[in-house]
């Protein structure tokens, strides 16, 4: 019987180690000593009890059996993820891993006149929050191939009906045995977005928003979307979360991680950088992390409409576009930058033209929207829904208009980032040779500090900007004066010998 989810979930009073616990299948297990512990329960150090080693291979998930998160990971383990499930998906995909962590066994146990449920999982090592702490943001070749790992993780997971609804830097955790490996972990908040096939339809309560770790969350959890009484989250939210954690992992920050007390303003941040998409993304970023790779992603991930299956080949293929053969990882810097500051005057101006070059860009669409229905359906050609993946039921025309906009938008960012990618090479770092170099970057600074530019943030350099603007007019009026004053000379000199 599952747990009731409105009651108030507490931290189990800790088992003794050494306790032996007996799962459904029949096998004992040794309790280890304690190795962590999460908002509703305990994690473990775990050996089988007839097979004790010093070096343990796994690890077990303790909470009171009337705690929820536990029950549903429990449940989306034995209903999507078993051994053999992983296994086939793997020889499928031809994939060499899938960063999901193995199930062994769960039951019940007894303590002091209380039940406890437990789950003994795959031994997992550090996670990527505790490495970024320590050694600052990664290489973007490294941050990349993390995105794609973790998409297959995501495809298999919403292929099962699930989604993963928690992802965040403190779920991402290396192998223990192959650390060169990531693995996301913690299925508490998992959620079967799709049951028997019939996705789960939108709707919105804003006493359930702000659900989730606030840092991380998409914009629909911040909206409260629900069929009551669960979140209703769909494949929507679990890239969009995903694209923050590589914005992150990339730029060591995130902009409104001044503001995580403040939900709303967390919300209104995330929603100005999604509409603001890409110029947001690449006015973010520090001048040394290009993120062409990221900002695209998410302009994909948000135009999805909320039942819309993901192209993931297509979003891998973004985070790859050479399409290089993934290689280990590698989380140490490398070079670089660990912390920011604010760019120096030559940094600015190479900025402001990028911006002012996306401006144009930005023109030369809103033009183009008197004819955007037509444009969109040609070259959202990466885009394809069949019939068989559409939900059952009809759209209501709120949510066919806001999809139309969707796609225009989608349009209208793909033409800016293509155009900055044609004619600004060095603006965007492709992989290097292979997935695990470091990128050099002779002409950036080594250390920057935590102020950044950004769409919502104005404390960037005006007057450099301005100054610089000043110039690039100036310069123009000499030219263009120049050539009208030669076009007079020759006109006076044919009038006067005519």
């Not at 088992?15 to 329960?41: A, R």
């Not at 929050?129 to 993780?153: A, E, H």
């Not at 796609?407 to 800016?416: A, G, L, M, N, P």
């Not at 000499?478 to 000379?489: D, H, K, P, V």
Request: proline share 6%.
């Amino acid at each position: 019987m599952p747990p009731r989810r409105n009651e108030k979930y507490r931290l189990p009073v800790p088992l003794p180690e050494g306790k032996v616990l007996d799962d459904t299948e029949g096998k004992q297990w040794m309790l280890g000593k304690m190795i962590g512990s999460g908002g509703f329960g305990l994690i473990y150090l775990a050996f089988p009890a007839n097979k004790p080693d010093k070096d343990a291979k796994h690890v077990v998930k303790v909470e009171y059996q009337e705690n929820g998160p536990l029950f549903s990971e429990l449940k989306f383990y034995q209903r999507a993820a078993k051994k053999d499930y992983i296994k086939n998906w793997i020889e499928l995909k031809q994939l060499d891993y899938l960063g999901i962590p193995l199930f062994y066994g769960s039951g019940i146990t007894e303590f002091k006149g209380r039940s406890y449920r437990f789950m003994v999982m795959e031994r997992l090592g550090i996670d990527l929050q505790k490495i970024s702490d320590q050694n600052g943001t990664f290489k973007k070749s490294t941050v990349l191939q993390l995105g794609i790992r973790m998409l297959d993780v995501l495809e298999y997971i919403h292929e099962n009906e699930y989604v993963h609804g928690d992802i965040k830097a403190a779920n991402l955790l290396l192998g223990y045995r192959n650390p060169d490996r990531v693995y996301l972990a913690d299925y508490g908040l998992c959620y079967r977005y799709c049951p028997n096939g019939n996705h789960k339809q939108y709707q919105e309560n804003p006493r359930k928003g702000h659900n989730g770790t606030i840092e991380f969350t998409s914009v629909d959890a911040h909206k409260g979307v629900v069929l009551l009484p669960p979140p209703a989250l769909s494949r929507r939210s679990d890239l969009e979360t995903l694209g923050y954690c590589l914005l992150r992992c990339l730029c060591g920050g995130l902009p409104w991680e001044r503001s995580l007390r403040d939900p709303a303003a967390v919300q209104a941040a995330k929603t100005s950088l999604l509409d603001e998409l890409p110029e947001s993304v690449l006015k973010w970023a520090p001048s040394r992390s290009s993120c062409c790779e990221i900002a695209q992603y998410l302009v994909c991930a948000h135009n999805l409409a909320y039942d819309e299956k993901p192209n993931y080949q297509m979003l891998k293929k973004i985070l790859n576009p050479g399409e290089i053969p993934l290689g280990p990882l590698e989380f140490s810097t490398g070079g670089q930058s660990v912390n920011m500051r604010t760019p120096d005057k030559q940094k600015v101006v190479s900025r402001k033209a990028a911006t002012k070059q996306i401006n144009q860009m930005q023109n030369r669409s809103i033009e183009k929207n008197i004819h955007s229905e037509r444009s969109a359906e040609s070259c959202l050609t990466g885009r394809k829904v069949q019939k068989e993946e559409q939900p059952t039921g009809f759209l209501n025309s709120e949510t066919a208009q806001e999809s139309t906009r969707r796609r225009q938008k989608y349009c209208e960012s793909q033409e800016i980032l293509n155009e900055i990618k044609s004619s600004q090479q060095s603006s965007c770092i492709y992989f290097p040779n292979s997935f695990y170099e470091p990128y050099q970057d002779s002409t950036s600074p080594d250390i920057f500090n935590n102020s950044r530019s950004s769409s919502w943030d104005t404390s960037t350099s005006t007057a450099d900007m301005e100054v610089t603007d000043f110039e690039e007019t100036k310069a123009d009026v000499y030219y263009y004066g120049f050539i009208i004053l030669f076009l007079l000379t020759l006109v006076c000199l044919a009038l006067y010998f005519l």
